[in-house]
């Protein structure tokens, strides 16, 4: 795990202060196109992290994006955290729009290149307009 230093002010003295826990990564490159989210479904018994890579199941509820076994298609990125138990659904917004880090996102091992991640978008159906882009 990432050590931070993170600045802690007295006048006059430089001073820091680790947390061993502490990483941050920028969500957006860039402000164009603009964020945009809407609603979606999540289903029973799904966990999903915030800023995960996200498409639609057979059954019209949001769930992990994936190339291989039932493929399923990036429609979005979850804009937090979604778990859900047994008996339980629950409605998230997800960004449809936006230009993101990928090394900010929660992908499937199937993205598991640059390349891979920077084409997961491409052909997406309308409204998406995402955009992946390394930090330069």
Do not use: C
């Amino acid at each position: 795990m990432a050590i931070t230093n993170i600045p802690y002010s007295n006048v006059g003295i430089a001073g820091f202060e680790t947390n061993d826990g502490f990483g941050q990564v920028e969500l957006f490159n860039s402000a164009i196109p603009l964020p945009v989210t809407e609603d979606f479904p999540v289903g029973e018994s799904t966990t999903l992290p915030a800023f995960s890579v996200v498409g639609l199941n057979a059954t019209g509820n949001l769930v992990l994006a994936q190339t291989s076994g039932t493929a399923v298609a990036p429609i979005g990125v979850t804009t937090a955290p979604a778990v859900t138990g047994a008996g339980q659904t629950e409605r998230i917004a997800i960004y449809r729009a936006g230009n993101f880090n990928p090394d900010a996102l929660t992908w499937h091992s199937d993205f598991n290149t640059d390349a891979k991640r920077a084409a997961a978008f491409r052909g997406a159906p309308s409204p998406t307009n995402i955009v992946i882009r390394k930090r330069l």
